[in-house]
Structures are given as C-alpha cells and as structure tokens.
C-alpha cells in the first residue's frame, strides 16, 4: 500500500430552517471533511458524527490528527476498523478510502462493493415536529415525496395530533414515525392504537437507548425500528424480538464498510434493514445511496435541509433519490 496525504477541514452546514426532534433544535450542522490523495488520486468523506454521543467535529479531528502517520503510511479500510470504534472520525475516513479505492481501480464504488448497476431509491422526506397544522403544510408542500418521516417529541397528545394532521393532509403517502427516544411505557402504550388507525408503516427508537426491555410484550403492528439503539456490528443481535428493522448511518456505524456488513448480518437475523443520515451534503448522501441498494426503507434527504449544496449533486426527483458516480465514488477523467 503506497503513502498517502491526509487532509482534514471542518465545515459548517447551515439548515435552511431550525429542525426539532425530541429534546434538540438544530440550527446548523458542522461537519468534518477528511480528504486522501495518493498522486492524481483522491477520496473523500463527509461526517457530522453523533450528537447525542458528544462525538463532534473537534473530537472528530483530533482523534483522526492523532492516527495520521498510521493513516498515512497506506491504512486500509480493514485495519481502520480495528484502529478507530464507530463514529464520525472512522465514518469520514472510511468514506475517503473507498473513494480513493475507486479512483486508483478506475470503477465506481458500487461496484467494488459489488452491487449491480444502482437504481434510484424511494426515500423519505423528513418533517420536522411542529404544530401539527404547520406539519401538515410541510406534508402537503413536499408535492414529490412518496414517503415520509415525521418527527416526533414523546408528547403523546400532541403526537397524536400530529400524526392524524399529516395522514389527512397526504392520505396517499407512506408515513413513518421517529421518536427519538421520547417514549416510555405508559405514553406509547397511548400512541400505538393512533398510529396503527392512521396506517403509519413504521415506529422508529421509541424508547432510550439502553432502556430496550420497555419494548417486551409490546404489539408489533406498527414494525418497529431501532436507532440509536444500534451503533455497529456487535449490537445487532441483541436487537432481535424488540426491533423489526435495523436503521444504519454511517456516521454511527463509522462508514460504508461497516454499514455493508450490518445489512448483511442483519437480514440474516431475519430483520428489514433501513439506511438513514445525520444531515450532510451529497458527499454524505452518496454512500448511504451505495448502502440503500441493499435496503428495503430509504431515509437519505440531508441535503434537502440545507442552504447549499455540493456541486454536482445528488438528484431528488418523483420521490427519489439518485446519486451519480459524479457526485461521489465514481472515477474522475
């Protein structure tokens, strides 16, 4: 493996309206940029990290300052994963290798990941929590949007009118809903019958991390997802008879390389598999796009939060998401 040169900025994205979730209002979204060359060639990644992990861009870039003789001695994606736990810092780094990878084979990262020719993917629209008639708008505003995904805050009442606000505003959508973790026992045992009548299709973390056991007996008519429930590899199995779908995002599981590898492991549990984002540009939306071959739900619309975008960039369209060898992965002339 030849020496490379690392190169690592911060960047700062800014939203293009303040978005709400359950205990958190965003404003902005900073990321890391990790850049690779090796000669002529060059990958890159893009990775905000975990907020509600502490796993930020200043972390991010020190721990990635710290490992550069190892990274650029010729780390491969293999020995990152042994070198760095999931996160931002091994997502961004990861993302830059497979890039890198592509550029030097002169193929396209899909197809080093072995997957056929990529096709474009239904993916969710995201609706921020809100009044439920302001959320309502928003639904009716994403005239595209096939699917979308409605965040939640654990106020059961106000969810609830939420959720019956968007359904009568977009009766021919697919709508699921993320919790963020805002549900305890009592309250979900309250908004599962309201999400079943307004055919909601799926109940993403509804309750804390490490607080799992509160999902035992509960009726599974809504298929339940797990998030922040699941970081990488080694969590998925622990998942099985409380979650029916595993959500992946590479800034979690620390990059596409692992990403692959849960999908797998994940179906072979008998799970769904769903590719999700921590908000980014199409650098970031670009990998999850070569994950989402593999997935059966689709929540890759980051860029759509924010004011600009890279150039060129991911195409959102009928619903869809597509993502050309341009954008990123793909070899340069």
């Not at 780390?75 to 736990?85: M, N, S």
């Not at 030097?104 to 997957?115: Q, S, T």
């Not at 973790?181 to 055919?199: C, D, H, K």
């Not at 970081?231 to 979690?252: C, H, S």
């Amino acid at each position: 493996m030849s020496r490379i040169e690392l190169e690592l900025r911060q960047e700062d994205l800014r939203l293009t309206a303040p978005f709400r979730i359950t205990g958190h209002v965003f404003h902005d979204v900073p990321v890391v940029i990790a850049t690779v060359r090796d000669g002529a060639c060059a990958g890159r990644g893009e990775a905000a990290g975990v907020y509600y992990l502490d796993d930020r861009p200043d972390g991010m870039l020190a721990t990635l300052e710290a490992h550069r003789e190892r990274i650029e001695a010729g780390l491969t994606r293999d020995a990152l994963r042994t070198l760095l736990p999931p996160g931002g810092a091994r997502n961004a780094l990861d993302c830059a290798l497979w890039e890198l990878e592509a550029q030097r084979a002169g193929v396209p990262v899909w197809k080093l990941a072995g997957i056929a020719a990529p096709r474009p993917l239904l993916t969710t629209f995201t609706i921020g929590a809100d009044d439920p008639a302001a959320m309502a708008k928003a639904a009716m505003a994403y005239t595209q949007a096939r699917a979308l995904k409605l965040k939640l805050t654990g106020e059961a009442d106000l969810d609830t009118e939420r959720v019956r606000a968007v359904r009568a505003a977009r009766p021919d959508a697919w709508i699921g809903v993320d919790a963020n973790q805002g549900y305890v026992p009592a309250t979900l045992e309250r908004l599962l019958p309201v999400l079943v009548q307004a055919r909601i299709s799926l109940l993403e973390q509804p309750c804390a991390r490490g607080r799992e056991s509160d999902l035992d007996g509960v009726d599974h008519a809504v298929p339940i997802a797990a998030d922040e429930s699941v970081q990488g590899l080694d969590e998925i199995e622990a998942l099985v008879g409380r979650f029916d779908v595993v959500n992946i995002k590479l800034d979690k599981c620390g990059g596409l390389t692992e990403g692959l590898l849960m999908a797998q492991k994940a179906r072979a549990l008998g799970m769904r598999v769903m590719v999700g984002n921590m908000v980014g540009t199409s650098w970031a939306m670009a990998p999850g796009y070569v994950l989402g071959q593999h997935c059966d739900i689709v929540d890759l619309d980051g860029a759509l939060f924010l004011t600009h975008d890279r150039t060129p960039a991911a195409i959102y369209a009928d619903g869809h998401i597509q993502c050309a060898d341009d954008v990123w992965g793909g070899p340069r002339e």
